[in-house]
Structures are given as C-alpha cells and as structure tokens.
C-alpha cells in the first residue's frame, strides 16, 4: 500500500505550508520526512490524516483518494499516527487506552461489551511488548513522558494499521528510550508494518530509515536513501539557511 | 491508585445491581410510605427530574458535551404529547411514544447543527435552541396556544388525585428503570467507550478510527428521545403546559446541576442529585412561597457546586471513603514498576482464589 | 419613509447592541469565558439607574457615576475571586454554570428588592422626538446611541493607544506570549473583565432610558447578545460592532412585515447559520477564534 501526494498544497491566510507537495513514500520500508522547522512536515502529517482540509492536490493510498476525508476514515483505512505532543486519553487507565482503538464492526458489534476477553488479551500483549504491562490499570494521566510515548504507540498498533505516521517519537525522551523506539520501528518494520517518521534527531533516522525525503518550505526538495541525503548540499543549506 | 477501570470487577457487578434492587423496592413501597397525596406527587416531580438528568447523561456524561438545553427537548416532547392528544385525538401513551420519536427524528437536524461546534459554542448554541423554541411557542398561540398555554386531557379521566398521582409514580419509576438500564449497557459497551474515547480528547479517538460525529449524534438522539418521553409523561400527568416553564433553561440547569452534583461519571450519580436538588427545590418553594428568594437559593447552591465539587458527590464520597480505608496512593510515580509488579502479582492471585 | 424610519431606528438600535455586546465578547476574548451574568448585570444596572431617577429624582444618567466604579470593581472581583479559581481544563462550561448561578442570584435579589412589577423611567424628555432626515426619532434613542458611540470609542482609544489596552490585547491574542514579555496577565484578566462589566453599567443605564425593566428581562436579551458575539466573532469587539449594526438593522426592517416577537428571531436564525457556514464568526478578522 503506497501512501504518495499530488501537488498538495496547504495556506493558512499568508503563510504557504505546503506548496505544492509530490512526494512517494516506499511501502513495506521506514521512511523518514525530515527538514528545519517550519517546513511543512506536521502540516502535512495533518493533511494526510484527515485533521486538516488541503487546499488542493491529492493523497492516495493503495490508489484510494484519501484527499478531504474524515480522519477516522484514513485510520480505517490502515494509517495510524502518533502526535508530536504525545496524546492519550488521561483518564482512562492504560489497557482502556488501547482498548480503545478497536473498532466495532457495526452497530450490534459495537453494543457488545468493551472488554471482550480475546481483545482485552491482545491490548496486554501489545503493553507487554512495548514494556508498559505493569502499568495498565494506571490512569493514563499519572504516567511520566517517556512511558505516555510508548502507550500512544501500543494504542495505535492496536488498530493493526498497515502505515504508521510518527510525529517526532524521540522529542524529548532519554538516550535509553531512544533506543528502545529505534529497535521497536525496526521490528514493526519487518513484520511489514510501513513507517514515515517526521524526526529531527539525525541519528536515529539515519540508523533506521531506508529512504529520507526532505522538506522546506513546504515542498520536498531531495529524497533518496541515508548516504545520499547525508551527502547532499540543499539539504545542508537548507538546514543552515544557505 | 485511583482505579478507573471500567473492567467488570465484582464490585461493578454488585454495585449497579444492588443499587437497582434497592430502587425497585423504593419506588414500589413509597407510594405506601407517602403520607399525603402532596408527598406523593412531590416524588413523583423527583422521578421527573431524576429520569431527566439520566438521559442528559447520556450526552454529559459519556461525550463531555454538557448541554444546557434539555429543557427544550423536554418541551417539546411535552407539547408534541399534548398536542397529539389534544388536536389529533391520540390514545395519550401512544401521542408519548410518537412524540418521544418525533423528537428524536427531529434531534437529528438539531444535533447536527449543534455537535459540529464544541466548547462554547456548544453551550450558546443550546442555551439559544431554548429561547428560540420559546419564543416560537409563544408566538405560534394558534397552534400552542401560546402563553395562555396548552390543556392536556388526562389519560385517565375518572381517576382521584391521589390514585393518578400513585399511577405515574410508577410510570415514571419504570422509565427511570429504563433509562438507567440503558446507560448501564452503554456504560459497559464498545460505542460507550468509543465516547468515553471523545470525552477525553476527541481529535485523538477520531484518529484511532472512531467516526466521532456520528457517536456523538447517536447517543444525542437517545438522550433526546429519553428527555422527551419524560416530557411528554409529565404533560399527561400534569396536565397543563406553559411554555415559559416548558422552555425554560432554568430547567435545563438545574439538570446539569443534578448530573454535576450526583457525579456524572456514575449510573446512579444523576439520580442522587435530583433526589438532593428536587428535594431541596420543593422545599424552597414551601419556605419561599414562589418568591424570587427560591432563585437567589439554587443560585448559590449551583454556584457552590461548581466551585467547591466539580466532580460531583459520590466521586467525592468515594475518595473519602478511600483516603480513610488508607488502601490507595495518590500517585503512580511513587511505586516503581517493581512494587506495582508485585501488586498485580498479589491481586491476580487474590483473584483467582 | 417608513422605510427611512426603520434604516435609522435600526442603525441606533444597532450601535446599543454594539456596546452591549462588546463586554460579552470582551470576557470570552481574555478568559474564554461565556458571561452568563452580562445580561443580569445590564438589567442591575439598568434597575439602579431607575431607583437613582424614581427614588433620588436625579436623571437616570448620573446612576453612572456610581455604577461605572462599582461593576468594574465587581468585575475584578469577579474574575479574581472566582473565574480564575476554575480549572483550566473545564474552564468554559464551569464559567457558564457559575456565570448563569450569578445570574439567577441577581434576578433573585432584584426580584426580592424590587418585586415583579415592570418599572419604566419617567423622563421629562422621555417622549421628546427628534427629526433626523425626515424620520420621527425619539430623542431617548439618540441619547442611548450616543451613550454606545461614546463608550465604544473609549474602548477603542483604550485598547489601542494605552498601555493598560496593550497589554489587554496581547493577553486576549496569545496568552503566555504576553507572560513571556512582563505582562502580568493575571491583573490585566481581573482589569479586562472590569472593564467589561463597566460596560454593562453604561449598556444598562442607556437601556434603561427606553425599555420596560422586570427582574427576568435578562433572559429576553441574552440570546440575541450571544448570536452577536458569535456572528462577529468570538473574542472580537470590532467583529461584536459590526454584527450588532448589521442584526440590528435586520431586525429593524423585519419588523414591518413580521411583527416585532418575529423579528427577534432573525437572532437566532443568524446564530444557526454562522456556526453552520462559518463558525469563528464573520467579521472578527484573524482575532476570531474557532470554538
């Protein structure tokens, strides 16, 4: 399933954030979206999820033209995203978190109780699996940043999407977390999940990503694998405002 | 820590069903008990309110939207009953149950237009939805019968006082039975915690793939036609309809003060404020005689309410009840992950002995 | 000419609407919150106006020199003592409640001070008319719109050329930005919802020139002062004072074909549209915001 854009483009009064973005990320790989602040990239996060109207142009996946569509319509239709300022719901304990991606199936499905003993079981495998377990009848509110991170994940893996958007996992977590991210993206990786991740630790996307595309100001202006993106000048200018 | 777990423990089990059963019973045995008919209607004023604030929860309390407009939905459930009895001539609990569904057809316009706004502008929109039903309703006066009001004939036309008022004593104790049963349901179900889900952070359940908007309408329009029935039941029982108290945001406030005052994240927290403040409300009304003092009064109490137990009574009570029992801490971060290991440890092992 | 008539009556009609509004929009601007209570305090002040003129024998409009002081005063106090102790998490709804239980106090209390009984000033000049372009205008209108014109302009000498307004507009615009330059916000909040119900003692006196006052009489303006303030623009003064002038005229004109208890609805119908088509409102500009 290939999540690519068509001349998106995206103002707000005077400010032009997306200017006309085409871009294809690769499926079944971890992309990375990477630029200076204020290119665009949280923007065009929002365009694809359905948060926000493009002004023009086109987001397809699979060949379906997502453009405009609710967000809850491009969840189902398998994109899951995480948010720059970590969001889970607060008072609602941790395994309630991730319970709360299913999806019922209808109207009778979603009468049913929410605490079916099969989905209960896997929201514990994915807590488990992303080291959280012993937190889950905790209120989401009372756990620290770093473990908010790791339950905004376990949730949206819940919903089994088969694209994961991740707006700035590592902001703001320790080196140890870092890793632990890293490694998870990798393994989700290659169990066929596709990742475009927005990051700005440099590191982390060039140990993990098999294909870079860079933004500024709201257009993509070099894509390609890690050494290459490493090597190329207007990434560098535009990072350093050359 | 405070356990906000909605998995059904036995306490959750026991609590909702003893709660009912003692209910039951109450509603069975007041009539009994009450030793004037004034008594007995004054419970029956209570069951209004307390099936009124029940159905508001459906929406405040599951989606976080508190409308202060209920009172019109109310309203024109009260006045589509009488109207069908009175102009068209209908059975009285058929015109109720074709006046609670037109209502809740004609929630789903309303709704629409309300729901797309949050915050704010979902309070004014609500609050308007009253005064405009108002002021059409006293306009209209060929069809309502404007401010001179609207007679409902009663359903049963031979029937004394007190017999009447013993009759929808139990009327109403069995709709409040029902809507209680129905917020259980939903309490427990997947669409209830996919509202729940909105509650907390709306964007973040609509990008989990919870078609938000329409959650939200549906459980309005069941919260309307509740509402509704419980007006029209009232237009039967009472007999008499102003719109000026039919639409009234009064009584929509004083629902979102029961609701708050009883706790509306509980099944039975809705009921126990109308028990507070239809008391309260009656016996003002006794002191005061209808002066404006009664206002000056809920006032306070409202006021009093927001600032001092936002969360409502029996969440309050429960932390009491806990801080003094000793058993929780305050914060997760103060166990580390080990002791809470150990804790759960302990507690499966409790459990399945 | 009974058009012409309608055009003026509405225009000063509209101005009034102006700078009732413009505390409502004032208080949601620095605080988002909805001020329940402005109506209640316009009828307070408009009662205290009445009492000045029937019981002291002064003219309603000198009920101002006291009235201005005291509900600024009461609106620091206001905001202060009580709106700030609210959790910002439940902010909105809660100042709604709080806000509507202040106004149920005052109804109460007027109605135990005053009774039920309509009052209306009695003006020596209350039935003088005017002639404005051939139009029959009473004079106790032209006063109320100068009252608005006046105070509106104040407001906007205010907020734009001193300091006080400055700091006002950056707490309104962007909050911890403004804490981030000095401003204590905290005070300009407290000074800024002064400010607004100071407003409401002038809307209050100006109304009283010309209406009938009963303690429920909030209730008949509160809803066509929410439909302004959202139609402008929530937050937005300038927006309040143009959607005023445009639903004022409105209402004005629809008068003559659909009676005067009709008419009032065109409030509501503007109110219904604006947050279906457009809902930070039309006129606010960028300062509008998108509830």
């Known amino acids: 399933m290939t999540l690519r854009t068509n001349k998106l483009r995206k103002a707000f009064g005077g400010v032009v954030a997306l200017d006309g973005v085409d871009v294809e990320f690769r499926p079944g790989k971890v992309n990375a979206l990477i630029g200076p602040n204020g290119s665009g990239k949280t923007t065009f996060f929002n365009c694809v999820t359905g948060m926000i109207k493009p002004d023009t142009g086109q987001i397809l996946y699979g060949g379906k033209d997502l453009t405009g569509r609710a967000p809850h319509v491009v969840a189902r239709a398998g994109v899951g995203r995480t948010f720059q300022l970590c969001r889970v719901f607060p008072r609602m304990t941790a395994v309630e978190n991730v319970l709360a991606a299913v999806r019922p199936g209808g109207l009778l499905h979603g009468l049913r109780g929410a605490h079916r003993r099969t989905e209960t079981e896997r929201a514990h495998r994915w807590l488990t699996r992303l080291g959280i377990e012993h937190l889950a009848d905790a209120e989401a509110r009372t756990l620290s940043w770093g473990q908010q991170k790791l339950l905004e994940l376990a949730g949206v893996l819940m919903a089994e999407p088969r694209t994961i958007l991740l707006d700035e996992a590592a902001g703001g977590v320790n080196p140890a977390l870092l890793d632990r991210i890293g490694a998870l993206v990798r393994e989700l990786n290659a169990e066929g999940r596709t990742f475009v991740i927005v990051e700005h630790n440099m590191d982390l996307v060039m140990s993990i990503s098999d294909h870079i595309v860079v933004f500024d100001r709201g257009r993509p202006i070099a894509a390609g694998p890690p050494a290459l993106i490493r090597a190329d000048e207007r990434v560098l200018g535009a990072y350093l405002g050359v | 820590m405070p356990n906000a777990s909605d998995t059904l423990r036995t306490s959750d089990r026991w609590l909702p069903l003893g709660g009912a059963g003692l209910l039951v019973v109450a509603i069975l045995v007041f009539p009994s008990l009450a ?3 004034y008594i007995l209607s004054t419970g029956v004023i209570v069951l209004n309110w307390a099936v009124l604030a029940t159905s508001w929860n459906f929406v405040g309390g599951f989606t976080g939207y508190l409308s202060l407009g209920h009172g019109a939905l109310a309203g024109l459930g009260g006045y589509a009953t009488g109207l069908l009895v009175a102009k068209a001539d209908l059975p ?15 929630a789903i316009p309303i709704g629409f237009a309300a729901l797309r706004v949050r915050g704010a502008s979902f309070v004014i929109v609500s609050i308007a939805l009253v005064l405009i039903l108002l002021l059409v309703f006293q306009s209209w006066s060929s069809l309502t019968g404007g401010s001179r009001g609207l007679v409902v004939p009663r359903p049963f036309p031979g029937m004394l006082r007190p017999e009447h008022h013993r009759v929808f004593f139990f009327l109403f104790g069995g709709l409040l039975l029902l809507a209680l049963l129905t917020w259980w349901l939903l309490d427990r179900s997947r669409f209830g915690m996919g509202l729940k889900a909105i509650r907390e952070d709306e964007d973040k359940a609509e990008s989990l793939g919870t078609p938000t908007f329409a959650y939200k309408l549906t459980v309005f329009v069941v919260s309307a036609a509740f509402t509704a029935l419980a007006g029209g039941l009232y237009a039967l029982w009472f007999g008499d309809l102003d719109p000026v108290f039919q639409f009234s945001v009064l009584t929509g406030s004083y629902i979102v003060l029961m609701a708050l005052l009883g706790g509306v994240r509980n099944l039975f927290g809705p009921l126990l404020g109308a028990l507070i403040v239809g008391i309260a409300l009656e016996y003002f009304k006794v002191q005061f005689g209808n002066s404006p003092l009664h206002l000056v009064t809920t006032g306070l109490l409202l006021g009093l309410v927001v600032m001092v137990m936002p969360d409502g009574v029996i969440p309050s009570l429960v932390s009491v009840v806990r801080r003094l029992r000793g058993r929780e801490q305050s914060s997760i971060r103060e166990l580390s992950a080990a002791d809470l290991a150990e804790r759960r440890r302990r507690e499966r092992a409790e459990a399945r002995s | 000419m009974l058009l012409l008539q309608s055009i003026i009556l509405g225009l000063l009609l509209g101005g009034l609407y102006a700078l009732l509004a413009a505390g409502l929009t004032l208080y949601f601007g620095i605080m988002r919150v909805v001020m329940i209570a ?15 003129n029937s019981r002291l024998g002064v003219d309603p409009l000198l009920s101002m020199v006291v009235t201005v002081p005291l509900f600024f005063a009461a609106g620091v106090l206001l905001q202060r003592g009580l709106l700030s102790r609210l959790r910002p998490a439940t902010l909105t709804m809660m100042s709604v409640l709080i806000t509507f239980a202040i106004a149920l106090v005052i109804e109460g209390l007027l109605g135990y001070a005053f009774s039920g009984t309509q009052r209306r000033i009695q003006l020596g000049y209350g039935t003088a008319s005017f002639d404005l372009f051939g139009a029959r205008v009473a004079v106790v209108k032209l006063i109320a719109f100068g009252l608005a014109a006046v105070s509106l302009a104040a407001l906007y000498v205010l907020m734009r050329h001193t300091q006080f307004g400055w700091a006002l507009r950056a707490t309104i615009q962007h909050r911890d930005a403004a804490r981030l330059v000095g401003i ?9 919802f002064g400010l607004g119900l100071a407003t409401a003692a002038v809307g209050g006196t100006a109304l009283a020139l010309d209406t009938t006052i009963y303690p429920s009489l909030h209730w008949h303006w509160i809803g066509p002062l929410m439909a302004i303030i959202v139609v402008g623009g929530l937050g937005s003064v300038p927006g309040a004072a143009a959607a005023a002038l445009l639903l004022g005229l409105a209402q004005s004109l629809l008068q003559i074909p ?34």
Do not use: C, I, K
């Not at chain 2, 009285?92 to 149950?97: H, I, K, Q």
């Open chain 3, 258 to 291: 659909m009676g005067a208890t009709w008419a009032q609805t065109v409030f509501y119908v503007a109110l219904f549209a604006t947050l279906a088509v457009r809902p930070q409102g039309f006129f606010g500009g960028r300062l509008a915001q998108r509830f």
């Open chain 2, 35 to 37: 030793p004037n008919p």
């Open chain 3, 38 to 52: 402005h109506s209640a305090f316009l009828v307070l002040a408009a009662y205290l106006a009445w009492w000045t």
């Open chain 3, 184 to 192: 204590d916000t905290e005070r300009t909040a407290g000074f800024g």
């Open chain 2, 92 to 106: 009285s609990f058929v015109a109720l149950v074709v006046a609670a569904l037109l209502v809740a057809a004609l």
